[in-house]
C-alpha cells in the first residue's frame, strides 16, 4: 500500500504554515494562534486534516446535526457516505480535508428551523408541527483546500443534505408521538429545492464565489432503524454556478440483514444465512448476529457484521475469533470490505477485517494487561 | 506471517474426530453429539481450540471466577497471562487448546471457600472473616491435547492460582468494606501452598496422573486498579511428580501510565508523557489518555493506550486517528507490541495496533453504513 513511502512524504511536507484563512497577504504572523498544521496522511483512503492554533479545526455545524438525529446512525451513515462521495471529487491526494468553517452553529440552526417572520432563512416550510412535515434534518459541510503561497486556500466543498424519510411530530406538548411517512418524490422534490437555495447562500461569500460545490441529497432513514439512510443525487456545481443545472442520480441501498423485508439480493442474504447459523451454534448463548449491508447500483460492495456475545474468557473469544474468521472465508463475498465486530456487554472484544482486495482477514483480540 | 499456509494446513486436517474424552475405545459413535471438531487455526499466535457437540468446550470453571473479581481486569489479566505462560511450554503448533475441562464449577466453588466441616476441600483458611484472610481469589485451568487414535487426549496442564494482594472484608452483613494489605511473603507462601494441594489432588484423576502439569501463581491486583495483577512464579512438574519440587521466579510488573507512584522505568514514563502532551491537545475536549505498561525482568515489553473523547464526527476521528498514529511512531518506544483504541460513550470509534516486529502501525476506523 505504499503506506511507508506515502508518510515519509508527509513527514517531510509537514510544515508549519503560516498565517492563512481570512488573511491571504501570507505575512509570517509571530503569533502561534495563527499557525495551521497539517497531520500526516497515514493512507490515501483518508484526507490530511488541518490542525490550527495548536488544535485540529472541528466543524462549526456538527454539534447541532447531533441534536437533530434520533438514530445515530444515520448521523454515522451520513458523514461517511458524504467524504465517500467527497473522495470522488477531491482527490485525497491532491486535496486537504477541513471541517465545515462557512456554516457556522448559528446558521446551521436557522436553516433546519421552518421559515416564519423571526427566522426568515429557515429552510423548513412555514406551518403547524401536524400538518405541514420537517423535511430538512441535518447538513454536513466539507471544505477541500490547498495549499498556495504558503497558506491554505479553499478549494472545493462538498454540502450534505439530509431529508427526513418519515416525520415525527407532537400534536401537543410531551404527547404521543405520531409519524407520516413522506413519499420518495416529495424527498427529491425537496431536498432538491432546498439544495439550489443552500449553493445560492453560499456563492454569496466571496471565498466560495467559484470554487466547485457539491451538492449531494441523503434520505434519512426512520428512527427504529439499525442502519442508516443512503444518498440518492448529487450535483457538480462549478465555475460560480447560482443555481443547480443537473442532477445525477445516486443508486445506493443499506439494508439490515436477516431482513424480514423484500431483499435487493437473494444470493447475498442467503450468504449471510450460512455464515450466520454456522457462528451461532459456537457458543451456548450467543445473542445475536445482523449485518449492514451497502449496495452500489443493486451490487453489494460492503458489509459490517455485528456479533453480540456474553462476557466470555479471553481463551473463548480467541477460539470464537478463529471460528468466525474460517466461517466468514467460506461463507461471506468476496472482492468488498467486510468488517466484523464481536462485542460483549463490556464492549468490544475482538474484531475482524477484509479490505476488497485482500484475501486474509486481519483479526485483533483486544486484551488487558 | 506464514499465515495462508498455515491455515490451508489446518484447512486441510480439520477433520471430524471421533469419540473421544472418557471412552477412549475409538470406536466410531454414530451420536452426533460425541462428535469433536478442530476449530481452524488462523495464526500460530494461537492455539486451535476444540468444538465439540457442536459447540465450543467452554470453561468449566469460569463462571466462578467471574463473580470472584470485583474488578474484571483480574479476570482478563489472568487469563491472558495464563494463556502466555502456556504457550512457552506448549508450542500453539503441537498442541491444540481446551478449555479446562477437569476442575468443574462445584469444585472450583468448594476450592476457593474457606476449609470448614461442610466444605473440607477448602483451599482458604478456617477461620473468621474479619480475622483470618482469603488468599485464594480464582482458578483457572487449562488444558492441552494432542491427536491420538483419531480422538483428542489430555497431553498438559495448566493451572492459574490467582492470589489476593488486599484482603477486602465487611465486620457485618451489609456494613463497611476494610481492607488488609497482605505481604508479599504470604501472598508467596499461600500460592505454592496452595498450588501443592491443587497438584495432589488433580494427580489422582487417572488421566492427569503423568502429564505435565504448570502451575503459575498470580498476584491480584487491588480492586481498584486500572490495570490487572502478574504472575510472580510457576513451576512444571513432569513425570507424574505429585510434589512442587522448585518455583521458578518471574519478574512481571503491570503498571498504569500516568502514575502518581514510583515507576519501573522513567524512560517510558517521559515517553508516554510526551506521547500523551501532543495528543492531548487534539481535540478542544479530550477526556483522557491512560496507558497499561507490561514489563518483564524489567523491561517494557507491552502497551496497551487507552484514549477517551468526547463524541465526534467520523471524520473528525479519521484525522485524529491518522494524528495519533504519527504521534505514536513519534514518541512511543518500537519493538513491542502496541495498541491503541479510541472510545466515547458510543464505543471504540478507532483502534491502532503494532506488533514487536512492525514498523508501521494497523489502523482502523469504525464506521457505519
Same mark, same amino acid.
Given at each position: 500500500?505504499?503506506?511507508?513511502?506515502?508518510?515519509?512524504?508527509?513527514?517531510?511536507?509537514?510544515?508549519?504554515?503560516?498565517?492563512?484563512?481570512?488573511?491571504?497577504?501570507?505575512?509570517?504572523?509571530?503569533?502561534?494562534?495563527?499557525?495551521?498544521?497539517?497531520?500526516?496522511?497515514?493512507?490515501?483512503?483518508?484526507?490530511?486534516?488541518?490542525?490550527?492554533?495548536?488544535?485540529?479545526?472541528?466543524?462549526?455545524?456538527?454539534?447541532?446535526?447531533?441534536?437533530?438525529?434520533?438514530?445515530?446512525?444515520?448521523?454515522? *451513515?451520513?458523514?461517511?457516505?458524504?467524504?465517500?462521495?467527497?473522495? *470522488?471529487?477531491?482527490?485525497?491526494?491532491?486535496?486537504?480535508?477541513?471541517?465545515?468553517?462557512?456554516?457556522?452553529?448559528?446558521?446551521?440552526?436557522?436553516?433546519?428551523?421552518?421559515?416564519?417572520?423571526?427566522?426568515?432563512?429557515?429552510?423548513?416550510?412555514?406551518?403547524?408541527?401536524?400538518?405541514?412535515?420537517?423535511?430538512?434534518?441535518?447538513?454536513?459541510?466539507?471544505?477541500?483546500?490547498?495549499?498556495?503561497?504558503?497558506?491554505?486556500?479553499?478549494?472545493?466543498?462538498?454540502?450534505?443534505?439530509?431529508?427526513? *424519510?418519515?416525520?415525527?411530530?407532537?400534536?401537543?406538548?410531551?404527547?404521543?408521538?405520531?409519524?407520516?411517512?413522506?413519499?420518495?418524490?416529495?424527498?427529491?422534490?425537496?431536498?432538491?429545492?432546498?439544495?439550489?437555495?443552500?449553493?445560492?447562500?453560499?456563492?454569496?461569500?466571496?471565498?466560495?464565489?467559484?470554487?466547485?460545490?457539491?451538492?449531494?441529497?441523503?434520505?434519512?432513514?426512520?428512527?427504529?432503524?439499525?442502519?442508516?439512510?443512503?444518498?440518492?443525487?448529487?450535483?457538480?456545481?462549478?465555475?460560480?454556478?447560482?443555481?443547480?443545472?443537473?442532477?445525477?442520480?445516486?443508486?445506493?441501498?443499506?439494508?439490515?440483514?436477516?431482513?424480514?423485508?423484500?431483499?435487493?439480493?437473494?444470493?447475498?442474504?442467503?450468504?449471510?444465512?450460512?455464515?450466520?447459523?454456522?457462528?451461532?451454534?459456537?457458543?451456548?448463548?450467543?445473542?445475536?448476529?445482523?449485518?449492514?449491508?451497502?449496495?452500489?447500483?443493486?451490487?453489494?460492495?460492503?458489509?459490517?457484521?455485528?456479533?453480540?456475545?456474553?462476557?466470555?474468557?479471553?481463551?473463548?473469544?480467541?477460539?470464537?475469533?478463529?471460528?468466525?474468521?474460517?466461517?466468514?472465508?467460506?461463507?461471506?463475498?468476496?472482492?468488498?470490505?467486510?468488517?466484523?465486530?464481536?462485542?460483549?456487554?463490556?464492549?468490544?472484544?475482538?474484531?475482524?477485517?477484509?479490505?476488497?482486495?485482500?484475501?486474509?482477514?486481519?483479526?485483533?483480540?483486544?486484551?488487558?494487561?
Amino acid at each position: 500500500m505504499k503506506k511507508f513511502k506515502i508518510i515519509m512524504l508527509l513527514m517531510t511536507c509537514a510544515l508549519f504554515l503560516s498565517a492563512c484563512g481570512k488573511s491571504d497577504s501570507g505575512k509570517k504572523s509571530k503569533e502561534n494562534s495563527s499557525n495551521t498544521q497539517l497531520i500526516g496522511q497515514t493512507s490515501n483512503k483518508y484526507y490530511q486534516g488541518v490542525i490550527k492554533d495548536g488544535h485540529y479545526q472541528t466543524s462549526k455545524s456538527r454539534g447541532v446535526s447531533v441534536q437533530q438525529n434520533d438514530n445515530q446512525l444515520n448521523l454515522k *451513515s451520513f458523514e461517511n457516505g458524504l467524504l465517500n462521495i467527497s473522495k *470522488s471529487h477531491f482527490s485525497t491526494d491532491k486535496y486537504i480535508f477541513q471541517e465545515g468553517q462557512y456554516i457556522n452553529t448559528s446558521t446551521t440552526e436557522k436553516w433546519l428551523g421552518r421559515k416564519t417572520k423571526k427566522n426568515p432563512e429557515g429552510l423548513n416550510p412555514t406551518g403547524k408541527d401536524s400538518k405541514v412535515p420537517i423535511y430538512l434534518q441535518q447538513i454536513d459541510e466539507q471544505d477541500f483546500m490547498t495549499q498556495q503561497n504558503n497558506s491554505l486556500k479553499i478549494s472545493g466543498m462538498t454540502i450534505g443534505v439530509g431529508i427526513n *424519510s418519515v416525520y415525527y411530530y407532537r400534536k401537543e406538548a410531551y404527547g404521543a408521538i405520531y409519524q407520516k411517512k413522506l413519499t420518495n418524490s416529495e424527498i427529491k422534490e425537496q431536498g432538491k429545492q432546498i439544495g439550489n437555495i443552500i449553493l445560492q447562500r453560499l456563492r454569496k461569500n466571496k471565498d466560495l464565489k467559484n470554487i466547485p460545490i457539491v451538492i449531494a441529497l441523503y434520505k434519512q432513514a426512520p428512527n427504529d432503524s439499525l442502519v442508516g439512510g443512503n444518498f440518492f443525487a448529487y450535483s457538480v456545481n462549478n465555475d460560480g454556478a447560482n443555481k443547480v443545472s443537473s442532477w445525477q442520480k445516486m443508486n445506493i441501498k443499506n439494508e439490515v440483514l436477516p431482513s424480514q423485508s423484500s431483499k435487493t439480493n437473494n444470493n447475498d442474504e442467503d450468504a449471510f444465512d450460512n455464515f450466520k447459523s454456522q457462528v451461532q451454534n459456537f457458543f451456548p448463548n450467543l445473542s445475536g448476529i445482523t449485518a449492514q449491508a451497502h449496495y452500489v447500483d443493486g451490487k453489494l460492495s460492503g458489509m459490517h457484521v455485528n456479533i453480540t456475545t456474553q462476557f466470555y474468557g479471553e481463551s473463548e473469544i480467541i477460539s470464537f475469533t478463529q471460528y468466525v474468521e474460517t466461517q466468514a472465508e467460506k461463507y461471506l463475498p468476496t472482492g468488498i470490505p467486510i468488517d466484523i465486530s464481536i462485542s460483549s456487554t463490556e464492549g468490544m472484544q475482538s474484531f475482524l477485517s477484509r479490505s476488497s482486495s485482500s484475501k486474509d482477514f486481519y483479526s485483533h483480540v483486544f486484551s488487558s494487561y
